[in-house]
């Protein structure tokens, strides 16, 4: 086909932006190009579906209407408001982002690629998008989407996950960007991945590239994009304790012993329940037994197991748990660690790995779990004895 900045690369720009004219969604960060509000919707939308992400995206503007609302907030606060998202490091670093848009640039938006590249979370995508999409420069935004796009329209079958092809496909969106449409193609050229050029069976009878579409002209819409084969998702087995508290106070018998996990890494910075990995054949008896002596070793936490309450499994993108769960209490007469509250109201710090909350069952909501152990909160929840 032709390609390059040809005229031709051009008309097919401009034909489909005539097609996103008259069949883009109403979608809710399509409102308007706010670059807040674009920024927002492209870092909730790289690793989540749009069905997934209207409505979360229009009850964090409401938490968050401003970039300095999201500075002025505390990290715990953003990773409330993203939970059940996942990928929590994008809320970490919207936030990092928002007190450096505001500390460092008054609060005005950076309008280059190579400016936005600089903050925190932003990548080569994210750059480009909010760059056209906000500020109409003719930036390619390539996300998986455009990929399987542009593979199909010139042919490409080299494996899409490799750097210089993702380079190649970039020079040759940029080519067909219609002068002064920056913004238009951007989104159109998403749309029509979302709607037209999909990963299964592409709707070819509705595509205004059709004509120019070396897959389909060669029948191969099935075959490309290439893409490596992933390799299977790491297994991890663990037993995980669900443990009531017996003292009083801040430690009485209905408070149940959440932790938080490090600042780096997996779910940075979230809560979850104390658990510890397991032999992937561990028995019933063997994993209470792990339990009990890590809960022990850890926290200096003396407990005795309940029973069972049902497992969970939860797949991320190269791990998943599965994870055995014990209801526990603290032995009778034991003394149990001090969550940050009370230390707190000694004037000590929590430590970064000592940091522990004795929470009542109602607090478990305010506090930003991953979704394997908010499924455990609500489980317990339900199960938990009528006082
Ligand atoms: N996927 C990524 N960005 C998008 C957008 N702005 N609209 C629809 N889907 C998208």
Redesign the pocket.
């Known amino acids: 086909m032709s390609g390059g900045g040809t005229p031709g690369g051009r008309r097919l720009g401009e034909a489909l932006v005539r097609w996103f004219e008259e069949h883009k ?1 109403a ?1 809710p ?2 409102q308007n190009r706010d670059p807040y509000r ?1 920024w927002v ?2 870092v909730m ?2 690793q989540t579906r ?1 069905d997934t ?1 209207a409505p979360r995206y229009v009850s964090f503007l409401r938490r968050f209407p401003s970039v300095e609302a999201l500075a002025a907030a505390g990290e715990d606060e953003v990773l409330k408001e993203w939970e059940g998202l996942g990928y929590y490091s994008r809320a970490r670093n919207l936030r990092l982002a928002a007190r450096e848009i505001v500390n460092r640039y008054g609060g005005r938006f950076p309008d280059s690629p190579e400016e936005l590249r600089r903050l925190p979370g932003i990548g080569r995508y994210t750059a480009a ?1 909010v760059a056209s ?1 906000a500020f109409n420069r003719p930036a390619a ?1 390539v ?1 998986g ?1 455009v990929l399987r796009v542009m593979a199909r329209l010139h042919g490409i079958d080299e494996p899409v996950t490799r750097a210089p092809v993702q380079r190649r496909i970039e020079r040759l969106t940029e080519a067909l960007i219609p002068p002064g449409r920056a913004a238009d193609f ?2 159109a050229l ?2 029509l ?2 709607l037209v050029c999909t990963p299964g069976q592409p709707d070819c009878g509705r595509c205004p590239w059709r004509d120019a579409c070396t897959a389909y002209l060669e029948g191969r819409t099935g075959e490309l994009p290439v893409r490596p084969q992933r390799t299977a998702p790491r297994v991890v087995h663990g037993a995980v304790a669900v443990v009531t508290a017996n003292g009083d106070g801040a430690r009485a018998g209905r408070r149940v012993l959440v932790v938080r996990r490090p600042a780096g890494g997996l779910l940075a910075g979230m809560w979850e329940f104390p658990w510890v990995e397991t032999a992937p054949d561990a028995s019933e008896a063997e994993c209470e037994a792990i339990l009990t002596r890590t809960l022990r070793d850890r926290y200096g936490l003396d407990v005795v197991v309940d029973g069972g309450l049902p497992a969970v499994r939860h797949v991320f993108s190269h791990l998943e748990w599965r994870l055995q769960v014990f209801a526990a209490r603290v032995r009778p007469g034991a003394e149990a660690p001090a969550g940050r509250r009370e230390l707190a109201a000694q004037g000590r710090a929590a430590g970064e790995d000592g940091d522990l909350v004795w929470a009542a069952p109602e607090e478990l909501d305010g506090l930003a779990f991953g979704r394997a152990h908010r499924r455990i909160a609500d489980t317990w929840r339900k199960r938990r004895p009528a006082p």
Request: charged share 25%; hydrophobic share 55%.
């Open positions: 969604r979608l960060w399509r674009v919707a492209e939308l790289q749009v992400v998008a999409i935004a996300d989407n951007t989104e998403m749309e991945g979302a």
